[in-house]
């Protein structure tokens, strides 16, 4: 091997090594008693216990946090794909008056930090009576799920030969039936790309969730390891347990989906 390319070897294993090592760490310790963890911690330890991911699902009911992200992310992702699909079409492909700008507000509005909005949002939900609710923590999802969802379509569909869509029009078919026959099968690997990057969004969205559920039956898995709390010190067996257990479903997905991802992330960006 070259010089050239032993180094690149040895920085790029450095640095694959440097993001596993804590991912390692964390599900080793899950693994090891308190007492071991604290007092002799080892990257291999002598003793295996699964005591940490029994306290997580008995006392702890962590089934119930990750049924709460489930849902909230799988609603976020479902309303705000469906309503930005339509949106982006719009965008990329109609002609019409402050369109530029339109597109220009809804990446503004995807910059903005969320804690500059999260007091009015408050103030809203409680005078609706959402929060504590699923509907009062989708909403507050979509504000920022939205814009990502309608940037990203946005170049999908431009990317798009529209001389498929004249000879659909051409040949009697109607908007509504131009879309649903034809753009949206063209564009499904961008549509599942926006709608994995939306749910990964939602899954790990932690301050909206913080702010708007108030009691641990509408808690997220960010939320919940978040509050983790012991009589006397802090458990960070079973965090770190719950931390390696909302974790696979995402690293299960990401790389189920890894080159479906790259690849509409790529057309996406160089065609639109």
Known sequence: MRPAGLITAMVTTALVAAILFPIYWA???SFTPDSRLFGAPSLVPEVWVLDHYRALFGARDFWT?????????GLTTLLSVSLGSACAYALARMTFRGKTPILALVLAVSMFPQISIV??????????????????LVLPYMTFAMPLTIWLLVGFFRQLPAGIEEAAFMDGASRLRTIREIVLPLAAPGVATTAILTFLYSWNEFLFALSFAMGPERYTVPVAIALFRGQYQVPWGEILAAAIVASVP????VLVAQRRIVSGLTSGAVKG
């Open 119 to 136: 007091s009015p949002l408050y103030l809203g939900l409680r005078e609706l009576g959402l929060l504590n609710t699923y509907p009062g």
């Open 65 to 73: 946090p990750i049924r709460n992200s489930l849902v909230v992310a």
């Open 250 to 253: 995402v690293a299960v997905l």
């Open 27 to 29: 599900a080793v310790s």
